[in-house]
Protein backbone atom coordinates (compact mmCIF):
# COMPACT_ATOMS: atom_id res chain seq x y z
CA UNK A 1 0.00 0.00 0.00
CA UNK A 2 1.80 3.39 -0.70
CA UNK A 3 3.02 5.89 1.99
CA UNK A 4 3.75 8.70 2.15
CA UNK A 5 7.75 9.35 3.10
CA UNK A 6 9.66 11.47 5.11
CA UNK A 7 13.54 12.77 5.57
CA UNK A 8 15.54 12.36 7.87
CA UNK A 9 13.72 10.82 10.86
CA UNK A 10 15.67 12.73 13.16
CA UNK A 11 17.08 16.71 12.82
CA UNK A 12 19.43 18.41 15.16
CA UNK A 13 20.18 21.37 14.38
CA UNK A 14 22.00 24.93 16.12
CA UNK A 15 19.39 28.02 16.72
CA UNK A 16 19.90 30.15 13.68
CA UNK A 17 20.52 27.39 11.08
CA UNK A 18 18.00 26.62 8.10
CA UNK A 19 16.34 23.01 7.85
CA UNK A 20 14.93 21.76 5.01
CA UNK A 21 12.12 18.82 5.74
CA UNK A 22 11.53 16.70 3.02
CA UNK A 23 8.57 14.48 2.02
CA UNK A 24 7.20 12.07 -0.74
CA UNK A 25 3.50 12.05 -1.14
CA UNK A 26 1.55 9.05 -1.97
CA UNK A 27 1.60 9.50 -5.66
CA UNK A 28 -1.88 9.97 -7.00
CA UNK A 29 -2.37 12.47 -4.56
CA UNK A 30 -3.23 16.83 -4.79
CA UNK A 31 -3.47 18.27 -1.56
CA UNK A 32 -0.56 18.41 0.60
CA UNK A 33 -0.13 19.34 4.48
CA UNK A 34 2.32 20.41 6.93
CA UNK A 35 1.68 19.75 10.61
CA UNK A 36 3.65 19.87 13.60
CA UNK A 37 3.77 18.69 17.67
CA UNK A 38 5.63 19.90 19.90
CA UNK A 39 6.14 17.02 22.63
CA UNK A 40 2.82 16.31 24.65
CA UNK A 41 0.65 18.38 22.97
CA UNK A 42 -1.03 18.42 20.32
CA UNK A 43 -1.28 17.83 16.44
CA UNK A 44 -1.39 21.79 14.74
CA UNK A 45 -1.77 22.75 11.16
CA UNK A 46 1.13 24.70 10.03
CA UNK A 47 -0.21 25.27 5.82
CA UNK A 48 -1.93 23.36 3.17
CA UNK A 49 -0.77 23.49 -0.74
CA UNK A 50 -2.36 22.59 -3.62
CA UNK A 51 -1.76 23.41 -7.40
CA UNK A 52 1.63 24.63 -6.59
CA UNK A 53 0.17 27.39 -4.24
CA UNK A 54 -0.71 27.65 -0.07
CA UNK A 55 -4.12 27.33 -0.35
CA UNK A 56 -3.83 27.91 3.84
CA UNK A 57 -1.53 28.90 6.49
CA UNK A 58 -1.67 28.91 10.11
CA UNK A 59 -0.51 31.85 12.39
CA UNK A 60 2.43 29.79 13.48
CA UNK A 61 3.47 29.80 9.72
CA UNK A 62 5.05 32.76 9.60
CA UNK A 63 8.05 34.12 7.49
CA UNK A 64 10.58 31.80 8.57
CA UNK A 65 8.30 28.87 7.16
CA UNK A 66 7.98 28.22 3.34
CA UNK A 67 7.32 25.30 1.17
CA UNK A 68 7.47 24.58 -1.89
CA UNK A 69 7.41 21.00 -4.71
CA UNK A 70 10.01 21.68 -6.54
CA UNK A 71 9.81 18.33 -8.74
CA UNK A 72 6.57 16.01 -9.25
CA UNK A 73 7.59 14.02 -6.16
CA UNK A 74 8.36 15.77 -3.30
CA UNK A 75 6.98 18.49 -0.80
CA UNK A 76 9.44 20.63 1.38
CA UNK A 77 9.14 22.59 4.41
CA UNK A 78 12.12 25.36 4.69
CA UNK A 79 12.50 26.87 8.36
CA UNK A 80 15.08 29.91 7.07
CA UNK A 81 16.34 30.58 10.92
CA UNK A 82 15.23 27.78 13.44
CA UNK A 83 13.88 28.71 17.17
CA UNK A 84 14.51 26.66 20.24
CA UNK A 85 10.54 26.95 19.85
CA UNK A 86 10.81 25.18 16.69
CA UNK A 87 11.66 22.03 18.03
CA UNK A 88 8.58 19.04 17.57
CA UNK A 89 7.57 16.44 15.40
CA UNK A 90 7.15 17.62 11.66
CA UNK A 91 4.22 15.91 10.02
CA UNK A 92 3.98 16.01 6.30
CA UNK A 93 -0.05 14.75 5.11
CA UNK A 94 -1.54 14.05 1.83
CA UNK A 95 -4.85 13.74 0.48
CA UNK A 96 -6.33 12.48 -2.72
CA UNK A 97 -8.43 14.44 -5.71
CA UNK A 98 -12.17 15.73 -4.86
CA UNK A 99 -14.58 13.33 -5.24
CA UNK A 100 -12.52 10.78 -3.40
CA UNK A 101 -11.87 9.87 -0.06
CA UNK A 102 -11.45 12.99 2.40
CA UNK A 103 -8.79 11.61 4.65
CA UNK A 104 -5.50 12.68 4.73
CA UNK A 105 -2.09 10.23 5.23
CA UNK A 106 0.41 10.82 7.03
CA UNK A 107 3.59 10.34 6.90
CA UNK A 108 5.97 8.86 9.65
CA UNK A 109 7.48 12.47 10.77
CA UNK A 110 10.67 14.05 11.14
CA UNK A 111 11.70 15.33 14.77
CA UNK A 112 13.39 18.48 14.51
CA UNK A 113 15.98 19.17 17.22
CA UNK A 114 16.98 22.86 17.86
CA UNK A 115 19.83 23.32 20.27
CA UNK B 1 -13.90 28.44 14.41
CA UNK B 2 -13.87 25.06 14.97
CA UNK B 3 -12.63 23.51 18.00
CA UNK B 4 -12.26 19.84 19.59
CA UNK B 5 -12.26 18.93 23.06
CA UNK B 6 -11.04 15.22 24.18
CA UNK B 7 -11.75 15.68 28.40
CA UNK B 8 -9.87 12.23 29.26
CA UNK B 9 -6.35 12.77 29.41
CA UNK B 10 -5.52 9.24 30.08
CA UNK B 11 -7.16 6.01 30.44
CA UNK B 12 -6.61 2.30 30.94
CA UNK B 13 -8.43 -1.20 30.15
CA UNK B 14 -7.88 -4.75 30.64
CA UNK B 15 -7.00 -6.66 27.82
CA UNK B 16 -9.73 -8.36 25.66
CA UNK B 17 -12.34 -5.46 27.64
CA UNK B 18 -14.01 -3.01 25.95
CA UNK B 19 -13.01 0.70 26.18
CA UNK B 20 -14.85 4.06 24.85
CA UNK B 21 -13.06 7.22 24.43
CA UNK B 22 -15.05 10.42 24.38
CA UNK B 23 -14.41 13.32 22.02
CA UNK B 24 -16.80 16.61 21.55
CA UNK B 25 -16.69 19.09 18.86
CA UNK B 26 -18.26 22.33 17.87
CA UNK B 27 -18.85 23.84 14.40
CA UNK B 28 -21.57 25.45 12.95
CA UNK B 29 -20.89 23.87 9.37
CA UNK B 30 -23.32 20.88 8.20
CA UNK B 31 -20.36 19.39 6.22
CA UNK B 32 -17.90 17.93 7.77
CA UNK B 33 -15.74 14.43 8.67
CA UNK B 34 -14.71 13.20 11.96
CA UNK B 35 -11.80 10.94 12.48
CA UNK B 36 -9.58 8.79 15.00
CA UNK B 37 -6.22 9.10 14.89
CA UNK B 38 -3.78 6.53 16.72
CA UNK B 39 -0.07 7.77 17.14
CA UNK B 40 1.65 5.02 19.20
CA UNK B 41 5.04 5.27 21.17
CA UNK B 42 6.78 5.63 17.30
CA UNK B 43 5.03 9.03 17.22
CA UNK B 44 3.05 7.73 13.48
CA UNK B 45 -0.03 9.21 12.82
CA UNK B 46 -2.49 5.95 11.99
CA UNK B 47 -5.95 6.91 10.86
CA UNK B 48 -8.29 4.35 12.90
CA UNK B 49 -11.67 5.28 11.51
CA UNK B 50 -13.16 8.15 10.00
CA UNK B 51 -17.23 9.57 9.88
CA UNK B 52 -19.09 12.04 7.46
CA UNK B 53 -21.49 13.90 8.72
CA UNK B 54 -23.85 13.17 6.41
CA UNK B 55 -24.07 9.51 7.20
CA UNK B 56 -26.20 8.50 10.24
CA UNK B 57 -24.77 5.31 10.32
CA UNK B 58 -22.01 4.59 12.60
CA UNK B 59 -18.39 3.68 11.05
CA UNK B 60 -17.34 0.35 12.22
CA UNK B 61 -13.49 -0.92 11.42
CA UNK B 62 -13.09 -4.49 13.06
CA UNK B 63 -12.76 -3.55 16.72
CA UNK B 64 -13.34 0.19 16.33
CA UNK B 65 -16.53 1.71 15.86
CA UNK B 66 -17.59 5.29 16.68
CA UNK B 67 -20.83 6.42 17.94
CA UNK B 68 -21.87 9.67 16.13
CA UNK B 69 -24.36 12.22 18.04
CA UNK B 70 -24.56 14.70 15.34
CA UNK B 71 -26.86 17.28 17.48
CA UNK B 72 -25.04 16.50 20.78
CA UNK B 73 -21.90 17.39 18.40
CA UNK B 74 -20.41 14.18 20.26
CA UNK B 75 -18.03 11.27 18.25
CA UNK B 76 -17.21 8.67 20.47
CA UNK B 77 -14.29 5.78 20.51
CA UNK B 78 -15.18 2.36 21.13
CA UNK B 79 -12.29 -0.08 21.11
CA UNK B 80 -13.77 -3.68 21.68
CA UNK B 81 -11.48 -6.93 22.64
CA UNK B 82 -8.81 -4.48 23.87
CA UNK B 83 -5.26 -5.50 22.70
CA UNK B 84 -1.52 -4.86 24.09
CA UNK B 85 -1.16 -3.23 20.54
CA UNK B 86 -3.95 -0.69 21.08
CA UNK B 87 -1.71 1.19 23.43
CA UNK B 88 -1.24 4.44 22.23
CA UNK B 89 -2.09 8.02 21.89
CA UNK B 90 -5.88 8.43 20.24
CA UNK B 91 -6.53 11.70 19.10
CA UNK B 92 -10.05 12.54 17.55
CA UNK B 93 -10.16 15.16 14.50
CA UNK B 94 -12.47 18.10 12.79
CA UNK B 95 -12.16 18.46 9.10
CA UNK B 96 -15.02 20.80 7.25
CA UNK B 97 -15.85 19.77 3.87
CA UNK B 98 -13.90 20.99 1.19
CA UNK B 99 -10.61 19.84 -1.00
CA UNK B 100 -8.33 21.19 1.09
CA UNK B 101 -9.02 22.00 4.09
CA UNK B 102 -6.85 21.25 7.64
CA UNK B 103 -7.35 18.99 10.13
CA UNK B 104 -8.36 20.09 14.00
CA UNK B 105 -6.93 18.18 16.73
CA UNK B 106 -7.81 17.57 20.33
CA UNK B 107 -5.71 17.10 22.58
CA UNK B 108 -5.50 13.61 22.47
CA UNK B 109 -6.14 10.62 25.08
CA UNK B 110 -3.42 8.30 26.31
CA UNK B 111 -4.99 4.68 26.40
CA UNK B 112 -3.05 2.30 28.23
CA UNK B 113 -3.85 -1.72 27.92
CA UNK B 114 -3.07 -3.86 30.82
CA UNK B 115 -1.88 -7.15 30.98
Known amino acids: EPEVTQTPSHQVTQMGQEVILRCVPI?????FYWYRQILGQKVEFLVS????????KSEIFDDQFSVERPDGSNFTLKIRSTKLEDSAMYFC?????????????FGPGTRLTVL | AQTVTQSQPEMSVQEAETVTLSCTYDTSESNYYLFWYKQPPSRQMILVIR??????QNATENRFSVNFQKAAKSFSLKISDSQLGDTAMYFC????????????FGTGTLLAVQP
Open chain 2, 93 to 104: AFMRGGATNKLI
Open chain 1, 49 to 56: FYNNEISE
Open chain 1, 27 to 31: SNHLY
Open chain 1, 93 to 105: ASRRPPGQADTQY
Open chain 2, 51 to 56: QEAYKQ
